[in-house]
């Protein structure tokens, strides 16, 4: 018999500010914004016209270690999280946690789906050990430079920290698409806030906001997009969301290591959805109705 986990406290007004976090305006309700996605200094980021018309706000700075450690939290027992598939949109969702010596998965009522299931439904599904991330965050009583961005964080991690502030904020919270990051990405201001070759971002504190109060767009970590990874389709765009499959995601924003080229708002990245290397993290939207 499977049991339905609804969240304690959903809605809480202040996991904002438990998290010190804001949430910024992209797209506002009511606008359409049309902008040239793509520079063509690469291969894979030909120039195309793309327009963005569904509201949503963006977290003003990517994911710190502090973050992580209290929304892992509000799940402490979680070992394994079940994820499905919508055939017709490629997009993965979390759809269960199997807890510390549970023998079965209990179903999750998640704020985080961002669209009806497709018409053709779900693929099969895929668990996903969240162990070590357990571990690396919640191991220990003291938690090591809680302030500083989080490093070593997967695609599928970043969809279960995505469900887990859906459900502590009550309403849907997600990954950006590629086309809404890089949307975000154009007017950010480029800052190194570490040195190339230091052994980290560092910490949130040492980069400055731009005019919209942004920090750490650029030259920080990458950051994980909701996108399968593959070729920009031609023509004028609405709302792309990338292709239905895939084996990689696009990560994007560049990393404190970067030369300048690869920390533009146009550079594409890829990797495979399960790794957790030492320059990937993530920022998560909200989208709006």
């Not at 904020?169 to 040195?195: D, H, K, N, S, W």
Request: overall charge negative; hydrophobic content about 35%.
């Amino acid at each position: 018999m499977t049991v339905m986990i609804t969240p304690t406290n959903a809605g809480a007004p202040n996991i904002l500010q438990s998290l010190g976090l804001n949430l910024i305006p992209v797209v506002k309700k009511g606008q359409s914004v049309q902008f040239t996605m793509g520079d063509g200094l690469d291969g894979d980021c030909p120039p195309r016209t793309v327009t963005l018309d569904r509201p949503f706000d963006m977290m003003d700075r990517p994911l710190i270690r502090n973050d992580v450690r209290k929304l892992l939290g509000r799940e402490p027992l979680a070992r394994h999280v079940m994820l499905a598939r919508d055939i017709t949109t490629g997009r993965e969702h979390v759809m269960g946690v199997k807890r510390q010596d549970a023998e079965e998965f209990e179903n999750w009522t998640p704020y985080d789906l961002n669209a009806e299931w497709g018409t053709k439904g779900l693929a099969g599904t895929r668990i996903h050990d969240v162990t070590k991330l357990y571990e690396m965050y919640c191991g220990a009583q003291t938690l090591a430079n809680p302030d500083h961005l989080v490093t070593h964080f997967s695609y599928y991690d970043a969809l279960y920290i995505a469900a887990l502030f859906s459900n502590a904020l009550g309403r849907e919270a997600r990954l950006p698409t590629e086309a809404e990051m890089e949307y975000a990405l154009q007017e950010a201001i480029f800052q190194r806030a570490v040195a190339q070759n230091a052994d980290g971002p560092g910490s949130i504190n040492n980069y400055t906001a731009d005019d919209r109060g942004f920090k750490a767009l650029l030259a920080s970590v990458w950051q994980w997009c909701l996108d399968n990874y593959g070729p920009y389709p031609d023509g004028v765009l609405n709302n792309p969301t990338g292709p239905t499959s895939g084996d990689a995601r696009v990560l994007r924003g560049g990393a404190w290591y970067n030369y300048d080229l690869g920390c533009r708002a146009a550079c594409r990245y890829f990797d495979h959805p399960g790794i957790r290397y030492y320059d990937c993290g993530a920022r998560l939207v909200v989208p709006r109705t």
